[in-house]
C-alpha cells in the first residue's frame, strides 16, 4: 500500500517549508556542510519517519531493488562520458 495523495502533498509542503527556512540558515553558515544537513535531515529525514510512522513498507513504497550487474556498467559509463562531455564544454 502507498500513502495517497492529500497525505504526500501535504508530506512535499512540510519539507518544502523546512527546506526554504531552515534550509537556508543552514547553508547561509556554512555551504558544504549546510547542503548535507539540509538533503539528509531536512528532505530525506521527515520522509523516512513519515514512513515509519504511518508503517508503510519503506521498501516498497521507496522502490528500493536491487540494483543489476548490467544497470551498474550502464551507469558507469554514462558518468565517464557525461564528464567527459562537459570538460569539452567547460572553457
Known amino acids: 500500500m502507498r500513502p495517497d495523495e492529500k ?3 501535504k ?3 512540510f519539507v518544502m ?8 540558515l ?9 547542503i548535507l544537513i539540509t538533503e539528509f535531515f531536512l ?5 523516512i519517519l513519515y514512513l515509519f510512522l504511518k508503517k508503510y513498507d519503506v521498501k516498497y513504497v521507496l522502490r528500493l531493488n ?5 544497470k551498474v556498467f550502464l551507469v558507469i ?3 565517464i ?3 567527459i562531455v562537459s570538460g569539452f564544454l567547460h572553457f
Open 77 to 79: 559509463i554514462i558518468a
Open 7 to 9: 497525505d504526500v502533498s
Open 66 to 70: 536491487p540494483i543489476k550487474g548490467d
Open 17 to 24: 517549508l523546512l527546506f526554504i527556512t531552515v534550509g537556508y
Open 26 to 34: 543552514v547553508q547561509k553558515a556554512s555551504l558544504y556542510i549546510g
Open 43 to 47: 528532505v530525506l529525514l521527515p520522509v
Open 11 to 13: 508530506l512535499y509542503f
Open 81 to 83: 562520458l557525461g564528464w
